[in-house]
């Protein structure tokens, strides 16, 4: 066992300023080495500990105080699903990140832990000799990290607000700690930003982007829109890997009732079912003769991702001109914003989901910076709008 402690706490709770404290739990010693040099390198987290199982990160929770944890599924004495629920209880507003390989089954847990309450998931390559699966990992991570980490001290700061002395002048608070690191600047709170009027024009096709956070967004919000998907495509981008996408197609076609499957290049686009991007590709429409159809691209990923937002977006304006209702949910990053920018300049119209409701208010907050969303809604009020937009209210 290999155990690295970076301080102490009795507290039980998250801290508001310092170093990220990161605990990493895997039995491969070899993961363990290069997530520990990852995080080492970086100026805003540091290594709280470094456990080879499930059952040690329960057993000494209390003892490192983490605020984030990066779980692996499988692991002996105590599997990453079975750890999970009992490090939440121990320590609820822990952030878990589950790591594992691209199997069907890792895929399956992995929605399943969400589900109990982890805040995200990260593939891990299948051997970190291939650099650029390597470099993927390692970058992804470290921004999961980042940007969890940094919400849950956003949310502990809010409801935990430091005791000052009194003073006859008033005293503003300081803010959160922000990472000696390169790191995006907080963004604007989402009721602070300006919208724009819904376009005049009827949508005839719902474009989907999101991220981080983004399977749970989805399958609740399909579940609300029935009436839209039975009568227009609907078109879905989530940063996400091969496999994961499979097993997200099959969880929105439950929660929606409604056919919903990898789209497969060349494939009419048609109402009544909805398409996901495969992981690993982009997903583009064209057109064939007057029919719109998929166009899947093999191509470099694009915002750090592939698939990724902007080419859905862009690529959907030569078919459906400005007739399109784009929607922006949780997410890192700014994919999205690009494209969206693009479509409100044809005449179509953007949704951000709002800050309060997004997992990460990335790639919705800089939409909403930018100036081209029409609403910034939470997550529950989307599919109402959309709802209404799609049966002609056009406020």
């Not at 989402?190 to 749970?216: E, M, N």
Request: hydrophobic residues 45%; aromatic residues 4%.
């Amino acid at each position: 066992m290999s155990v690295a402690f970076a301080g102490n706490s009795t507290t039980g709770t998250s801290r508001e300023t310092g170093p990220l404290r990161v605990m990493i739990v895997d039995d491969s010693v070899v993961i363990r080495g290069l997530i520990s040099r990852w995080i080492g390198a970086e100026h805003d987290m540091e290594v709280a500990a470094s456990l080879r199982t499930g059952l040690e990160a329960v057993n000494q929770l209390d003892r490192i105080n983490p605020d984030v944890a990066v779980l692996d599924i499988e692991m002996p004495e105590l599997d990453g699903l079975s750890a999970l629920p009992q490090l939440l209880a121990k320590k609820r507003d822990l952030v878990i990140i589950m790591a594992s390989t691209l199997t069907r089954r890792n895929a399956e847990i992995s929605f399943k832990a969400l589900s109990l309450g982890a805040a995200d998931y990260i593939p891990k390559p299948e051997s970190t000799r291939e650099a650029s699966a390597a470099d993927i990992f390692h970058h992804d991570l470290i921004q999961k990290i980042r940007h969890l980490g940094a919400r849950l001290r956003r949310k502990s700061a809010v409801a935990s607000p430091p005791l000052a002395p009194a003073s006859p002048a008033p005293v503003a608070r300081s803010p959160v700690a922000r990472p000696a690191a390169p790191a995006p600047a907080p963004a604007p709170l989402s009721g602070s930003v300006s919208t724009r009027p819904f376009s005049t024009q009827a949508p005839k096709v719902l474009l989907i982007g999101s991220s981080t956070g983004g399977p749970q967004a989805l399958m609740s919000l399909v579940t609300e829109l029935g009436a839209v998907i039975d009568r227009f495509p609907v078109l879905i981008t989530q940063h996400m890997p091969p496999t994961f996408t499979t097993i997200l197609a099959e969880h929105l076609a439950r929660s929606s009732r409604r056919p919903a499957a990898e789209a497969v290049d060349g494939e009419p686009v048609k109402p009544g079912r909805i398409y996901l991007a495969p992981g690993g590709k982009h997903m583009r429409v064209a057109r064939s003769g007057a029919d719109p159809v998929i166009a899947l691209d093999d191509g470099p990923a694009v915002n750090f991702c592939k698939p990724a937002v902007d080419p859905l977006f862009t690529s959907a304006i030569d078919v459906w001109h400005g007739n399109i209702l784009s929607v922006i949910l949780t997410g890192m990053g700014s994919d999205g914003m690009r494209g969206g920018k693009d479509i409100v300049a044809a005449g179509g119209s953007v949704i951000a989901q709002d800050e309060a409701s997004s997992v990460v208010w990335g790639m919705p907050g800089a939409a909403a910076n930018a100036g081209i969303c029409a609403a910034i809604l939470p997550l529950n009020q989307i599919g109402a709008k959309v709802n209404r937009l799609f049966a002609g209210d056009r406020s």
